[in-house]
């Protein structure tokens, strides 16, 4: 027999509780309830119920059930966070790619305009030529 007394306040007289476990399938069945759960704090891992009580059976299992969708939760909000780091990630790469495409945009447009100006010249320097041939075949 196992036997506990506790006063719960001062002011309160003490509350003995006495159980006994007669069968070991009871232990057992004490041992298979036990689930631990790393992601809960310990004043919020579930309490084993008292199984004679069905509804402390149920509050258990519910427990239990919220503390798995808890770790699940957990883990998916780490996978998002992870998925998050990556996208911020490429999307620094794509700003940055974004930056090199618009200066070298500018680079082209400035060297296209140059272009445009040397060719420019280019012809008025033939023309001119042109012309100052014409003249000294025709003084010739």
Not at 41 to 57: A, G, I, R, T
Not at 128 to 138: A, E
Request: charged share 35%; proline share 4%.
């Amino acid at each position: 027999m196992i036997t506990s007394t506790r006063r719960v306040s001062p002011d309160k007289p003490e509350v003995r509780i006495a159980f006994t476990l007669d069968e070991p399938s009871e232990l057992n069945d004490a041992e298979n309830f036990l689930r631990t759960f790393p992601d809960l704090e310990q004043q919020f891992q579930p309490v084993l119920p008292c199984q004679s009580l069905k509804e402390s059976v149920q509050v258990y299992n519910d427990h239990c059930k919220m503390a798995k969708e808890f770790h699940e939760v957990k883990n998916e909000i780490a996978l998002l966070e992870d998925r998050k780091k990556e996208l911020i990630a490429q999307l620094v790469e794509d700003e940055k790619a974004s930056v090199e495409i618009a200066r070298l945009e500018e680079e082209f447009r400035v060297l296209s305009e140059e272009n445009r100006t040397l060719v420019t010249v280019h012809n008025q320097r033939l023309e001119t030529l042109r012309v100052l041939s014409q003249k000294r075949q025709g003084s010739s």
